[in-house]
């Protein structure tokens, strides 16, 4: 397992790129600040929290296994962010 810091690090990027993408895709289609972006953009922040807690939490049996997990969560919901993300598009 890679380190926390490292996991931090991809939870930030990862999320942090699908609120950029959200900007892009709206200034290229003339459409700043539509509901859709401001919805994709306050789950992705709403996601970012929730992981951040959970790899901060220690009182995890399997710590490996438990940081492993939130890696899958963060594959699973970026997975759905960007679905959104080309709907906007």
Known sequence: MASIRDL?????YVLGDIIEAV???EASGN???SKEGNAIIDNAIEVFDGLIAKVN???VENR???LKSV???LETKAGSL???LNKLG
């Open 31 to 33: 459409k700043q600040n």
């Open 8 to 12: 931090k690090k991809d939870i930030n």
């Open 23 to 25: 900007y892009l895709v």
């Open 82 to 84: 960007i679905e959104q």
């Open 57 to 59: 939490q220690k009182s």
């Open 71 to 73: 890696k899958a969560e």
């Open 64 to 66: 490996p296994a438990h």
